[in-house]
């Protein structure tokens, strides 16, 4: 209970933050803030609190796990033993392209349809209202916050007749809900990572994207409140939707996008875990000229200089204290190497049992976004290309937008951390 109420006091901390690097605080709407919390405090109290939301969001963890099943029907026929998942007869280990990466494609396809369907732009819709109406937000962001619940960058594409007339406040808040929630797409990435170390992994992940949607328009307004009026105020905003002609069209549409998202993802690793080396190698040669001068071990790699910039936050956030460091070594890596290293990390920590539940609960929830160096570029241009002619603002916008995404993770950490007690349903399926 304890570690709840630092929860609790870590939201007021997180909230307080965000005023104090607010462009201007006097234009923060509370109506905003306190919509986003009561929205994030509901949802929490349902799945944490309330027997039916806990034992809904089982079935959810469950079914995901299931879909996660059949798409690995297609990479064990393209990739054969290659994609044999640890423990299954012989398997040559977890291998993130051939297990991971390619079911992304799967995803990405399955998602396409739903929209084809008319279900995903159907149940965007109700968050939208939710959003617009409650926190007095435009049509247009709140449309594509609801989106990001969902997609990824294509979240940009529900609201494009709107992005050349946005206002820099509304677009800090796309970019801040893109950078702070996950892809279903990926969903399936991290669930395939966790799930033998992590039981209904799945079930906390799709949670911590509902969860991520309110939080991101919480802290983008604080950060960078609006001082124009948006043309979608109040309105709400039916998603742009080019729908394909048929079904298998649909199908091949998606299967596209996820390959290229599946080698997007490949080579930004490739290039930024080289790049992060370099400069660790760097660092390390200086730790060990400054450990020869002081007499003892100094460590300036870049992880752990991260780690002590996150810890602060790690703990305010109610990370049991034996477990703050490590939490915040991974938001580290997540700001720098991608949310894919530290998933792989959080799932090596679990296995060698140096994690406590309550610690990896909050983990999964903090590290549950696309906030990282990289993904600020990548949406940045994704957005760019939709409306060039937002380039100048969007630049303007995304340090504070990445700064918001960061607090916005944060902030969900917590909200769950408020409610999440010992033995939960989701975490140990009991």
């Known amino acids: 209970m304890a570690l709840n109420l630092v929860s609790l006091g870590g939201l007021a901390v997180l909230l307080g933050f965000a005023a104090l690097l607010s462009t201007d605080r006097r234009r923060i709407n509370p109506r905003v803030i306190l919509w986003g919390l009561a929205i994030q405090f509901a949802f929490a109290a349902f799945i944490f609190g309330v027997p039916l939301g806990s034992e809904l969001f089982l079935r959810v963890s469950r079914a995901v796990e299931r879909v996660l099943r059949a798409a690995r029907a297609g990479t064990r026929f393209c990739f054969g033993i290659l994609a044999a998942a640890p423990g299954e007869e012989g398997s040559l280990g977890f291998i993130l392209l051939f297990q991971g990466l390619a079911t992304i494609v799967f995803f990405a396809a399955l998602m396409e349809v739903l929209y084809y369907f008319g279900i995903v732009p159907w149940i965007l819709k109700q968050f939208s209202r939710v959003f617009t109406r409650l926190m007095r937000v435009s049509g247009a962001e709140s449309l594509c916050t609801a989106s990001n619940i969902v997609v990824g960058i294509e979240s940009a594409t529900t609201i494009r007749p709107f992005l050349e007339r946005m206002t820099s406040s509304e677009l800090c808040t796309i970019l801040t809900a893109g950078l702070a929630t996950i892809a279903s797409s990926v969903l399936g990435l991290y669930v395939l990572m966790l799930k033998d170390t992590f039981p209904n992994i799945a079930g906390h992940l799709v949670s911590a994207s509902f969860l991520s949607a309110p939080a991101a328009l919480v802290m983008s307004k604080m950060l960078l409140p609006e001082s124009e009026v948006p043309e979608t105020l109040g309105t709400a905003?039916?998603?742009?939707?080019?729908?394909?002609?048929?079904?298998?069209?649909?199908?091949?549409?998606?299967?596209?996008?996820?390959?290229?998202?599946?080698?997007?993802?490949?080579?930004?690793?490739?290039?930024?875990?080289?790049?992060?080396?370099?400069?660790?190698?760097?660092?390390?040669?200086?730790?060990?000229?400054?450990?020869?001068?002081?007499?003892?071990?100094?460590?300036?790699?870049?992880?752990?200089?991260?780690?002590?910039?996150?810890?602060?936050?790690?703990?305010?956030?109610?990370?049991?204290?034996?477990?703050?460091?490590?939490?915040?070594?991974?938001?580290?890596?997540?700001?720098?190497?991608?949310?894919?290293?530290a998933y792989q990390h959080l799932a090596q920590m679990l296995q060698a049992g140096n994690l406590t539940e309550r610690g990896a609960v909050l983990a999964s929830y903090a590290l549950c976004g696309f906030t990282h160096v990289a993904a600020v570029g990548i949406f940045t241009g994704g957005i760019a290309a939709l409306a060039p002619r937002t380039s100048g603002k969007l630049a303007a916008v995304a340090a504070r937008a990445f700064l918001a995404a960061t607090l916005a993770c944060l902030m969900t950490a917590a909200v769950a951390g408020v409610f999440y007690h010992g033995g939960s349903l989701l975490y140990a399926g009991r």
């Open 237 to 341: 905003v039916k998603p742009h939707y080019e729908r394909p002609a048929n079904l298998m069209a649909a199908v091949m549409r998606g299967a596209d996008a996820g390959g290229r998202l599946v080698l997007g993802i490949l080579v930004l690793l490739l290039a930024v875990l080289g790049l992060v080396e370099l400069v660790n190698m760097g660092l390390e040669w200086l730790s060990a000229k400054l450990a020869a001068l002081a007499g003892g071990p100094v460590d300036l790699s870049l992880p752990a200089l991260l780690g002590w910039m996150f810890y602060p936050f790690a703990v305010v956030i109610g990370a049991p204290l034996t477990d703050a460091a490590a939490i915040a070594r991974l938001l580290g890596e997540r700001a720098v190497l991608t949310e894919v290293p």
